[in-house]
């Protein structure tokens, strides 16, 4: 099995108890990652033990870097983590408020984010994650022209099931989100214009998207 399916299923099973690790991305834009932070939160209450990776190359995608999600995988084995909230969108920028740049500014490195939310890269963040949500008609054709329709469940009750988990679960870890209906033409649409597969990560770069334009 391969290793980003290993990690989607452990974040598709829900809250199952602590250890929790929380593992997010963050890019220049919404196509790359070149940051990625695994937090593992030992008890309810407890601080999180971050761990962060950085890749400057503007082809890099940490998010689909075998050697890195296996590593992910082996560290939160390790540490007996029993949930995991993974945010396999780009959650903004990579740099730090206050470390990287002054307080209260717009990062000077990426324009990209300058009127987005903060990046999310702790349990008790406030940036707004989108969340896409799909038709119940339009499943069997998403199913059909999806990329990664092997990772994805056979029907849409059984999708939408897991999707009230992970929305519960986001809530749980205090991240806050927004669901975006995503209509299959616009998904086709989007992918055709991006040159990009219909995929996990498409479809989440398209519902932040859909998102920011409503101001959410």
Not at 108 to 114: E, G, H, K, N, Y
Not at 146 to 171: G, I, V
Not at 200 to 208: K, S, V
Request: glycine share 6%; with cysteine.
């Amino acid at each position: 099995m391969k290793p980003i399916t290993i990690l989607r299923k452990l974040a598709k099973q829900g809250h199952r108890g602590y250890p929790v690790a929380t593992l997010a991305f963050y890019g220049p834009d919404d196509r790359k990652a070149s940051k990625a932070v695994l937090g593992v939160i030992r008890a309810e209450g407890a601080e999180p033990e971050l761990h962060k990776w950085f890749h400057d190359s503007s082809e890099a995608d940490l998010r689909y870097d075998i050697k890195l999600q296996n590593t992910w995988i082996d560290m939160m084995r390790r540490a007996g983590v029993r949930s995991l909230a993974m945010l396999e969108e780009i959650n903004g920028c990579p740099h730090e408020e206050g470390v990287d740049y002054p307080v209260g500014e717009a990062c000077p490195l990426c324009p990209f984010w300058a009127h987005g939310s903060r990046p999310l890269e702790e349990p008790t963040a406030t940036a707004v994650t989108a969340i896409a949500f799909y038709k119940k008609e339009q499943w069997e054709e998403l199913l059909a022209s999806a990329e990664d329709r092997d990772d994805l469940e056979r029907t849409w009750d059984e999708w939408n099931a897991q999707a009230e988990e992970m929305t519960q679960k986001t809530s749980k870890y205090g991240i806050r989100y927004v669901r975006v209906e995503l209509d299959i033409e616009e998904i086709k649409e989007y992918c055709e214009q991006q040159g990009v597969s219909n995929n996990a990560a498409a479809r989440a770069q398209l519902a932040a998207l859909k998102a920011r334009s409503r101001g959410r």
